[in-house]
């Protein structure tokens, strides 16, 4: 698999989402993507119990550790690399976390428009 070149929604280097807990399509710490990653987990973003508990809700349990896979389950202050659509729907939803804008791959601009990234963004308040 060859990674998509490193560059974040800012047009800049792309910067690390988190080493621990370990996130990315290539658990590597930071939004990567390629062709490979159907899912384009490229939106890096701070958990909340509320978005924890709506992603558990629509089929995504990511808080629940799954130590089979290596998986600690996530909590609130996490940073994790989501998946681009599950991100906007949280956000239609009214429950999308802050993003990382410096962490978040610009590909995901492919599903999610800027203008609902920067209103989410840690980086622009």
């Known amino acids: 698999m060859q990674k998509d070149p490193e560059i974040n929604v800012l047009g800049e280097d792309l910067e690390p989402c988190s080493k621990d807990p370990l996130t990315g399509f290539f658990r590597d710490g930071a939004c990567n993507t390629c062709a490979e990653d159907r899912g384009s987990h490229t939106v890096c973003a701070v958990m909340t119990e509320e978005f924890l508990a709506f992603s558990k ?3 995504n349990d990511l808080s629940t550790p799954r130590p089979e896979f290596g998986f600690g389950g996530l909590k609130a202050g996490d940073r994790w690399c989501l998946c681009a659509s599950r991100f906007l729907q949280a956000h239609e939803e009214g429950c999308a976390p802050q993003v990382a804008l410096a962490s978040t ?15 989410r963004a840690l980086d622009m308040q």
């Open 105 to 119: 791959h610009q590909r995901a601009l492919d599903i999610v428009p800027m203008a609902v990234l920067k209103a």
């Open 57 to 59: 809700y629509v089929g």
